[in-house]
């Protein structure tokens, strides 16, 4: 027989149960009716949640890079040299402005003048700054986004290190003293919990392994029209999958990425890395070539006109270095941290090809 105080305790933990399951808040996408949004979003509590991640991912950025004697660069929005451009190996599309009278590109990464800045600082530099990409924006992408980059003497190894050391960083942080915060989006952050417990130490798999292991499956592995194979986004769902959360993809084949890659020991294979976490890449990390004859080879095998990249090359004439990199979407972190599936709602400013959005 239950007695009324064991019924009242049962029914006590059922109602806190609920509450758990139900207090988290929800996006309402107001981003879609572009007209109305500032409007709503003032007044919502998941873009003020939002914004204060936005805050405290700045912060900690800066701490980070700190701590690891990383200077901060100030970087301008444009750039007549785009890391991505038309090309075998480029992941995205430029964005095209005319300015006072000339062409010119929003930039889609400040790579390029991370590692200019590089040699003025052997440090170390990084920045964390809005970037543009021309494909048009969906679950996953964003036509404008936050991208915290780093640029470092030294190999992929290296860059893969402090990248894994970075991401653990932010994800201790809020782990441990943002529970609060997070409880509005999750009810245990217990993917948290898992990155958390490999203390910098994630797991590696090479591309060619990886493809084995998902046994060249056509919904995983698809194959480029120049001969080369791809991981579609299921492929990389089903590889954080096996993995537990979260996992390196690294030595990519060399003509599915950029012409400033390095190649590796391995014949037709790149010295990068992508951070499968979340909806997919989340950040991707790569080896530059030392010498200015590896650039131009590149952009020839990738039939990319070196017009817009003779400074670039010069820039290894007169200085070469072994220098790598990364660069992590803000919002794709978000999207992991708070275990959304929209890119979209986590942009407290939506920015949108073709729209006049105020403000």
Not at 247 to 265: E, N, R
Not at 298 to 310: F, G, H, P
């Amino acid at each position: 027989m239950i007695n009324d105080n064991t019924m009242e305790k049962s029914l006590s933990e059922n109602v806190s149960q609920r509450r758990s399951l139900t207090n988290t808040i929800k996006s309402k996408q107001s981003w879609k009716n572009h007209e109305s949004h500032f409007e709503s979003a003032i007044f919502d509590p998941w873009y003020k949640s939002i914004t204060k991640i936005h805050s405290l991912i700045s912060v900690k950025t800066g701490e980070f890079f700190s701590s690891r004697e990383l200077s901060p660069v100030l970087i301008p929005v444009t750039t007549g040299s785009v890391s991505s451009p038309m090309g075998l190996g480029s992941d995205s599309i430029p964005v095209k402005i005319n300015l006072g009278g000339m062409d010119t590109y929003l930039a889609d990464s400040m790579q390029f003048l991370l590692e200019y800045a590089l040699r003025l600082n052997d440090k170390g530099v990084y920045y964390l700054m809005s970037t543009f990409r021309g494909e048009e924006q969906d679950k996953r992408h964003l036509n404008q986004f936050y991208h915290a980059e780093s640029e470092i003497i030294g190999s992929l190894d290296d860059v893969i290190e402090l990248a894994s050391s970075y991401v653990t960083y932010l994800c201790d942080y809020f782990l441990e003293n943002e529970r609060a915060l997070l409880s509005q989006f999750i009810d245990e952050p217990e993917h948290l919990r898992k990155l958390s417990m490999l203390k910098g130490n994630i797991p590696r798999i090479r591309f060619t392994d990886a493809v084995e292991l998902l046994n060249n499956d056509s919904r995983y592995v698809s194959e480029h029209e120049f001969g080369f194979k791809q991981i579609t986004n299921e492929g990389e769902q089903r590889l954080i999958e096996l993995f537990d959360g979260v996992v390196w993809l690294t030595h990519f084949p060399s003509l599915s990425v950029p012409f400033y890659q390095a190649g590796a020991s391995e014949q037709g294979y790149s010295l990068t890395a992508d951070l499968l976490m979340g909806i997919g890449e989340t950040l991707g990390a790569g080896e530059r070539n030392t010498y200015a004859e590896d650039v131009v080879e590149n952009l020839n095998t990738r039939k990319v006109s070196r017009e817009e990249y003779e400074w670039y090359i010069r820039m290894r004439e007169l200085m070469p270095l072994r220098t790598s990199g990364f660069g992590m979407g803000v919002e794709r972190f978000i999207l992991w941290l708070i275990n959304h599936d929209d890119i979209r709602d986590c942009q407290l400013f939506p920015r949108i090809h073709g729209e006049n959005i105020l403000p």
